[in-house]
Structure formats: structure tokens, C-alpha cells
């Protein structure tokens, strides 16, 4: 197997909302909240309009967008036996996916992602995890990893206790390990166990500017280069309009981004950058290539609603 990826399992549901929601709800635009209750989750959502329902989740975004590609790729990530979960399941199947999870009922239902649609097209998140939240190192195909070239973990998922060893175990048996820090509200709760991964476990960093100058308290984004230049692996680092930067020991390479497009909605630009990167990666496509797949990917899915094509 090419790329087997480790995430949340998670049901997007979109919604179209105004800036003033966002203000109301006391919700930061552009980043991921966290809901620990579900009935307050459940009653955000009570007077909505759903645009649309998919299986989600950051990781398996990329890996759909992969199989897209033509790359023979895999999931793990824990649902329950419930509409959602066989609606995830489904979902993986119908892109040709492997899936390596066995659902049974839980205590916790499948997880739910609020995605909220504002009119400048940006995305602002309200993720219940449910059981996915959940994932333990009895979850981990030790098996399936050893089989794999390349392991893609995300920062959604890295949480202290079960998800830590379920992390660690996916880690000690993988060749080379890829994960993207996912969001700044990820990075700021687990700033130093995410700064040792980068540093000593991880093989490919993906993150936005933001959140790695967050990561490593840089003023400029020079910083950000040079501290990336130190570590010797491969990070790359999504820019907005600024476009996307990959730095590969003292190599940096740098690609602009796709003009004239209609944005309609940002959900899955990172995820789908990541798949396009990684089919050139896997594939032995020069760095540059890589930047140009992912800019490619993403540009597409930001044209339509949804994060995946």
C-alpha cells in the first residue's frame, strides 16, 4: 500500500451561514471549536439549513483525494454502528478506499463536523468527536502500517491518553511518517508534545502559515524557513494567496497559486494540497511537481462545496 492514513472519523455536515452567526455563537472564523457536550451541539445546529452531508475528516480527505489519484491507499479511524457510521463506511467504499475498522455499537455515536460557510467562502468548524475521539492502540493495524510506505497523521486526532498511544504505536511501526498539524487550535493546546513531533518522530510536515509561525512563536515567516532548514525533513507550508513553500533541508521551493478562480468554499483546500503532494511524492515527482499537484488539488475542490471532488 502507498498511503494509509489515521484520523478522525468524522460526518461533515455544511451549512451556509452570515458573519453575524459566527459573532453570535462566540466562534473565531477560520479555525476548528471543540464541543464536549452533544446536546448543545445538537441545538447549534437545530435551526440550520444542512447544504450538505459527506463522510469527512481531515486525513481521510487526503486519502480519498488520493485514491482519486489512482494510488492504492488506506483508513483507519473509529465510527460506531449508527446512521453516520454507516454513511462513513459507505462513503470510503464508493472511493475505493480500504478500510481497517470493524464498527460495533458504542457508547458514543459517529462523530459530527459542523462546517460554517460564511460569505467570503472561509470555513469555521464545530466538531463533536463522538467515538472518534476515542481511538486506542487496540484500533492500530500494526500489520497494515508495516505494509505501508508512508503513514498520514493528523493533529485533530493527537490528544494525551488513548489517541497518544494509538499515535506512538502507528509511529514505532511506520517507514516514514507524514502528518499535518491540522489547526491553530491544535497547535496551541498541544504546542510542546506537537514541537517534538516535529522535531524527533515525524518524516513530512503539512501545515498553514499560521500555524506553524504559531508553533515556533516566529514574528516573520523568514523564521519559519530557517527553523524548518534545521530540522532536515521535509515541511511544507501553505501560504493563501501567498501560495505554498517546501523546504527540504536547504532546498526551497516555492509555487504561486492558481489566478481567476471562483472560490466558493475553502473547506478541504489543505487536505486536498496534502493528496496532491503526497501522489507526486509517493511517485518519485520532483519537489516542484509535488507543489504543483497540490496547488492543482486544492484549487479544485475550493471551486465547489465540500472538501472533497
Given at each position: 500500500m ?30 476548528m ?25 481531515s486525513?481521510?480527505n487526503?486519502?480519498?483525494g488520493?485514491?482519486?489519484l489512482?494510488?492504492?491507499v ?9 446512521d453516520?457510521?454507516?454513511k ?10 480500504e478500510?481497517?475498522?470493524?464498527k ?16 467570503d ?7 463533536f468527536?463522538?467515538?472518534a475521539?476515542k481511538i486506542?492502540?487496540?484500533?492500530i ?5 508495516k ?25 514505532k ?24 513531533l516535529v ?5 513530512i ?11 515556533i512563536e ?10 524548518s ?10 501560504r ?5 513553500v517546501?523546504?527540504n533541508?536547504?532546498e ?15 473547506t478541504?483546500?489543505?487536505d486536498?494540497?496534502?493528496a ?6 509517493v511517485?518519485?515527482?520532483?519537489i516542484?511537481?509535488?507543489l ?18
Amino acid at each position: 500500500m502507498k498511503i494509509l492514513g489515521i484520523g478522525n472519523a468524522i460526518v461533515d455536515v455544511i451549512c451556509k451561514v452570515d458573519d453575524s452567526f459566527i459573532e453570535q455563537n462566540n466562534l473565531t472564523k477560520s479555525t476548528m471549536k471543540l464541543f464536549f457536550d452533544e446536546n448543545k451541539f445538537k441545538q447549534l445546529l437545530s435551526n440550520l439549513k444542512i447544504e450538505k452531508t459527506v463522510s469527512g475528516g481531515s486525513v481521510a480527505n487526503t486519502i480519498v483525494g488520493l485514491s482519486q489519484l489512482g494510488d492504492k491507499v488506506g483508513f483507519i479511524g473509529k465510527i460506531s454502528d449508527d446512521d453516520f457510521g454507516d454513511k462513513y463506511e459507505e462513503g470510503l467504499k464508493k472511493e475505493n478506499i480500504e478500510y481497517f475498522y470493524s464498527k460495533k455499537k458504542e457508547e458514543f455515536p459517529t462523530g459530527t463536523c459542523l462546517i460554517f460557510v460564511t460569505p467570503d467562502s472561509e470555513r469555521t468548524m464545530c466538531t463533536f468527536l463522538g467515538i472518534a475521539g476515542k481511538i486506542n492502540e487496540n484500533d492500530i493495524n500494526s500489520d497494515v502500517i508495516k505494509k505501508s510506505e508512508i503513514i498520514f497523521l493528523e493533529g485533530y486526532l493527537w490528544d494525551e491518553g488513548e489517541p497518544k498511544k494509538a499515535f506512538d504505536k502507528a509511529i514505532k511501526n511506520a517507514k516514514k511518517v507524514a502528518m499535518s498539524l491540522s489547526d491553530q487550535f491544535c497547535v496551541d493546546r498541544h504546542k510542546p508534545h506537537f514541537l517534538n513531533l516535529v522535531k524527533n518522530k515525524l518524516d513530512i510536515i503539512f501545515a498553514n502559515e499560521q500555524e506553524f509561525t504559531s508553533l515556533i512563536e516566529a514574528k516573520k515567516f523568514e523564521e519559519v524557513i530557517d527553523f524548518s532548514k534545521q530540522l532536515n525533513k521535509l515541511v511544507v507550508v501553505t501560504r493563501g494567496n501567498k501560495g505554498a513553500v517546501a523546504i527540504n533541508g536547504n532546498e526551497v521551493v516555492e509555487c504561486d497559486i492558481k489566478k481567476n478562480l471562483r472560490i466558493i468554499d475553502l473547506t478541504g483546500a489543505g487536505d486536498l494540497f496534502a493528496a496532491g503532494f503526497l501522489h507526486g511524492y509517493v511517485n518519485k515527482l520532483s519537489i516542484n511537481e509535488c507543489l504543483e499537484n497540490g496547488t492543482e488539488m486544492s484549487s479544485r475542490v475550493i471551486q465547489q462545496i465540500g472538501a472533497r471532488i
